[in-house]
T-cell receptor
Framework: GQQLNQSPQSMFIQEGEDVSMNCTSS?????WLWYKQDPGEGPVLLIA?????ELTSNGRLTAQFGITRKDSFLNISASIPSDVGIYFC????????????FGSGTRLLVRP | DAGVTQSPTHLIKTRGQQVTLRCSPK?????VSWYQQALGQGPQFIFQ???????QRGNFPDRFSGHQFPNYSSELNVNALLLGDSALYLC??????????????FGPGTRLLVL
């Protein structure tokens, strides 16, 4: 099925470092969402973006809706061990589609 | 505030059998979507139910069917199970507000293993 291009696939960083991941698509989206998923659990919503250019923060997390509507990034500042997990971007297209299209995920590992 | 709940948490079936998964939406939500997540991949949209009707469907065969009840809860049915149906099945709920679908919130999922 159709998916977003999410990168990097995985990251192994030192505690305290900043992290950046992004998603791109050839299609235009009207909503971008970022979720975190822990093993054996469902995705948990981190940040929702609804307008092109929008920059939103949630604690140490910051995400932006790309101006072209075809991309989004998520930054995590000063990473801590509990940031470990898989981060997914998801988007809704501008054709009044109700479904979310997901990226393939970024696996984050944090070294204490 | 009750979140999205799903049952059962785990299920083992054999090829050819049928399975029913259940979902209760987050309190105040009226729309339910189902997703299939294979190991190591992002969730794939199966279908969405609103006002007790399927209003959008992803690229899944007719073996996958569903239902939404008047209390907004939903069931996902899969017939003639195949080994490839083994996956985590996620339910997500949202609220339809003024013709716009609000953000989808996910349940913990049901892990289905087909032997």
């Amino acid at each position: 099925g159709q998916q977003l291009n999410q990168s990097p696939q995985s990251m192994f960083i030192q505690e305290g470092e900043d992290v950046s991941m992004n998603c791109t698509s050839s299609s235009i989206f009207n909503t971008w969402l970022w979720y975190k998923q822990d093993p054996g659990e469902g995705p948990v919503l981190l940040i929702a973006l609804y307008k092109a250019g929008e920059l939103t923060s949630n604690g140490r997390l910051t995400a932006q809706f790309g101006i072209t509507r075809k991309d989004s990034f998520l930054n995590i500042s000063a990473s801590i061990p509990s940031d470990v997990g898989i981060y997914f971007c998801a988007g809704q297209m501008m054709d009044s589609s109700y479904k979310l299209i997901f990226g393939s995920g970024t696996r984050l590992l944090v070294r204490p | 505030d009750a979140g999205v709940t799903q049952s059962p948490t785990h299920l083992i079936k054999t090829r050819g059998q049928q399975v029913t998964l259940r979902c209760s939406p987050k309190s105040g939500h009226d729309t339910v979507s189902w997703y299939q997540q294979a190991l190591g991949q992002g969730p794939q949209f199966i279908f969405q139910y609103y006002e007790e009707e399927e209003r959008q469907r992803g690229n899944f065969p007719d073996r996958f069917s569903g239902h939404q009840f008047p209390n907004y809860s939903s069931e996902l049915n899969v017939n003639a199970l195949l080994l490839g149906d083994s996956a985590l099945y996620l339910c997500a709920s949202s609220l339809e507000l003024a013709g716009t679908q609000e953000t989808q919130y996910f349940g913990p999922g049901t892990r289905l293993l087909v032997l």
